[in-house]
């Protein structure tokens, strides 16, 4: 059985750091015997699909090979379709009111529990709010990332400790269930 997934690429292509030319991308993930390689956009998505492995192995796999071929280590997150369909589904915030920058999940590469981000006072953040789901974080920042000051507390090293972390804006969360679901 084939199944279609993201991977999650952290950090590159931001600034002119890390740079990762997509169609190169695409090649090298096709290189790995992955089939039907897309991506979206240059902030590091794409789609793929296997019959074999499972989403922490094709992230080790990805990651090596990122490394390899490029020369610098990247953070992977790989995540099935069903996964990435029941975040959509699962989100605490009226996404369909929302302005697509309104609206972020961090995706970890593990569970995360409310302990781990006990110490922040949401109140003192309102109106923007995070809610965890399962193995992410929900934020909605009503101004933007960019101006977001609980964005900024959660960006603290922290609160991921131990594992990976990449947020993506709304419009790519709702893009790659469209993109692994065809």
Known sequence: ???TYAALLRGINVGGAKKVPMAELRGLLSGLGLGDVRTYLQSGQAV????????????ARIAAAVEQHFGFSVDVIVRDHAYLAAVVENCPFPAAELEGKQLHVTYFSGPV???RFADIDQGAFLPEEFRLGDRCLYLYAPNGLGRSKLAEQLAKPRYSKGMTATSRNWNTVVKLVEMTGA
């Open 1 to 3: 059985m084939t199944t």
């Open 48 to 59: 793929f699909t296997a019959a074999d492995g499972d989403e922490e192995s094709w992230a």
């Open 113 to 115: 529990g409310a302990e």
